[in-house]
């Protein structure tokens, strides 16, 4: 019997069997949960739906995080599906390319804060508030996905980590929210990993190469050892955790800037 057996996961963010979206997707799957997809547009419809298939699941809803309409459209279809919703899984982010190059007062426009905040902050809380109702009475979890840039100032990270840094609080509030109707939010921050939305970010192979020379366990993590730690965290195993940021990065978070000699 899984850790997730019985329960229902609803799965925001996969673009391709190298995110990490896909890693929690597959673990929580292996610990028994079933699952259903969103997808942003038509171009990615048909690749979600296969992933879906993949998963055993016949469920893959659109959703533009961007639009209000299609937040609520996603859990009235998925209403139709399921009388109740244990699980949300949020890992979606988006910064122009422009903003992540150089400087970050040389690079930071009004219109791409906002944005960046807007698709990869404010996101969590209007799924959590649209999945609300169908999570109370549950034991329910809501999980994002952040990362170190969220409180170091990190090369070529720029508005991204600004916007994380929104997303960690707004995790916070939202699990202060919610866990009088015993709803738990969490995150994980996970290390560097050569996902689609990482190769937007300069100088990513020779970061993944510092954090692999450095790190305590010396080697960078997987997409599905992230998964392992999704499921435990959105398990009753994790119960009594809410209101936490989980690092799995091989420990590199625990280091000095210089690494360890």
């Avoid at 673009?15 to 997707?25: D, E, K, L, P, Y």
């Avoid at 960046?116 to 799924?127: C, N, P, R, V």
């Avoid at 609080?169 to 939305?197: C, F, H, Q, W």
């Amino acid at each position: 019997m899984g850790l997730l057996t019985g329960k229902r996961a609803l799965i925001v963010g996969v673009a391709s069997n190298r995110s990490i979206a896909w890693g929690i997707a597959k673990s929580m799957r292996r610990e028994g949960a079933e699952l259903a997809f969103t997808y942003q547009n038509e171009k990615l419809r048909g690749r979600v739906e296969k992933f879906a298939g993949e998963a055993g699941s016949e469920i893959a809803l659109p959703c533009d995080v961007a639009e209000d309409a299609a937040i609520s459209n996603v859990f009235d279809r998925l209403s139709e599906h399921w009388p109740h919703l244990d699980i949300l899984v949020h890992s979606v982010a988006f910064a122009d390319r422009e903003l992540l190059e150089g400087d970050y007062l040389g690079s930071i426009t009004r219109e791409g804060y906002l944005r960046a905040h807007e698709i990869s902050a404010y996101s969590f809380a209007a799924l959590g508030k649209a999945a609300r109702p169908l999570m109370q009475g549950r034991d329910a979890a809501m999980l994002t996905l952040t990362y170190i840039g969220a409180v170091r100032a990190m090369p070529n990270y720029n508005v991204m980590g600004v916007a994380k840094a929104s997303l960690e609080a707004n995790m916070r509030y939202m699990a202060a929210d919610l866990g009088p109707e015993g709803i738990r939010v969490n995150a994980i921050s996970a290390g560097p990993i050569r996902t689609l939305a990482a190769s937007g970010i300069k100088g990513l192979r020779g970061f993944l190469n510092h954090v692999e020379k450095v790190s305590p366990l010396r080697r960078n993590v997987t997409i599905e050892e992230v998964g392992d730690v999704a499921a435990f965290l959105c398990s009753d195993y994790a119960s009594a955790v809410t209101g936490e940021i989980t690092y799995v990065d091989c420990g590199y978070n625990a280091t000095g800037s210089d690494g360890l000699e």
